[in-house]
Nanobody
Framework: VQLQASGGGLVRAGGSLRLSCTAS????????VGWFRQAPGKEREIVAA????????YYADSVKGRFTISRDDNRAAFYLHMNSLKPEDTADYYC??????????????????????WGQGTQVTVSS
């Protein structure tokens, strides 16, 4: 699976962005997916994840209520809708998916080590 992330940019605090991740190479409709971010000088952290069936989601506490993860398997894409952006959301954002399906299609994957395919990252900068 090759992943291509896009949609980053510069936005003022309180603004919104939608990140997209498109997949190619093989089907990913049976795989869970996630978004991660890495701010300068910090370790990469999970932002959100969604199960293969799209019915289960996970959000980091720092983005709950502001970010929404979704997927469109018909378009081989998944998204991160980011609202009420804060300067602390500034980071490089990465999309990822696993190499193999989860046992239950309703399971989300939150551990970075379980993700195998990664997009190249898209930069999000939020000005105050």
């Amino acid at each position: 699976v090759q992943l291509q992330a896009s949609g980053g940019g510069l936005v003022r605090a309180g603004g919104s962005l939608r990140l997209s991740c498109t997949a190619s190479g093989r089907t990913f409709s049976n795989l869970p997916v996630g978004w991660f971010r890495q701010a300068p000088g910090k370790e990469r952290e999970i932002v959100a994840a969604i199960s293969a069936d799209g019915g289960t989601t996970y959000y980091a506490d720092s983005v709950k209520g502001r970010f929404t993860i979704s997927r469109d398997d018909n378009r081989a894409a998944f998204y991160l809708h980011m609202n009420s952006l804060k300067p602390e959301d500034t980071a490089d954002y990465y999309c990822a998916t696993t190499r193999t399906p989860t046992y239950y299609i309703t399971d989300v994957v939150t551990g970075q080590g379980r993700y195998y395919y990664w997009g190249q990252g898209t930069q999000v900068t939020v000005s105050s």
